[in-house]
């Protein structure tokens, strides 16, 4: 399968560290990018080719991936953090991109 | 700095088309491929297709193969995106968005336009 599964919703104290999991078969040959997305607000993008930020992203975010799972964690995760978090990937079996479900973070 | 400015919102009837477009400054537009991405109310990302630098190829999601279609005019830098047989269900935020690649395994979205507003309601 092609698709990218993630956990629908996940919580984490404030300053504490969460991490979220992405996981298809795509990600055996292709890395993952993530995207920060907030109400009202276009995506952002947070982590690409496994663990680069953009200029401006904190570097308490990071990324990793191994096998077919991707993870983006959060080290002293900021009220700020709470947002949909979305992985995506380049489908390794056609020429098109598929973003997971998302992944609601509640900063507790 | 590098911008993507798109249309404003649309209100179309089911069965009707919309065409929204995305324009590009800042950088050297025929350096990058396009993708087009939604987000319907309540869900998640959705990847619609990718348009090249040059504009002679697409590749399309297949759940909407024959609905859409992705054009690319060079010399004004704009992309555009045509949606036809309008559903309700195709009511949602719309999305261009710069492809960036590195090597053969690495693709992201750098910048993203504003988002364009499609209702679609009778």
């Known amino acids: ?108 | 700095q590098v911008q993507l400015v798109q249309s404003g919102a649309e209100v179309r009837r089911p069965g009707a088309s919309v065409k929204v477009s995305c324009k590009a400054s800042g950088y050297t537009f025929t350096d990058h491929w396009m993708h087009w991405v939604r987000q319907a109310p309540g869900q998640g990302l959705e990847w619609m297709g990718i348009i090249n630098p040059s504009g002679v190829s697409t590749s399309y999601a297949q759940k909407f193969q024959g609905r859409v279609t992705m054009t690319r005019d060079t010399s004004t830098s704009t992309d555009y995106l045509e949606l036809s047989s309008l559903r309700s269900e195709d009511t949602a935020v719309y999305y261009c968005t710069r492809d960036v690649s590195r090597d053969d395994r690495s693709w992201w979205f750098d910048f993203w336009g504003q988002g364009t507003l499609v209702t679609v309601s009778s």
């Open chain 1, 1 to 108: 399968s092609s698709d990218l599964t993630q956990d629908p919703a996940v919580s984490v104290a404030l300053g504490q560290t969460v991490r979220i999991t992405c996981q298809g078969d795509s990600l055996r040959t292709y890395y993952a990018s993530w995207y920060q997305v907030k109400p009202g607000q276009a995506p952002l993008l947070v982590i690409y080719a496994k663990n680069n930020r953009p200029s401006g992203i904190p570097d308490r975010f990071s990324g990793s991936s191994s096998g077919n799972t991707a993870s983006l964690t959060i080290t002293g995760a900021q009220a700020e953090d709470e947002a949909d978090y979305y992985c995506n990937c380049r489908d390794s079996s056609a020429f098109r991109w598929v973003f997971g479900g998302g992944t609601k973070l509640t900063v507790l």
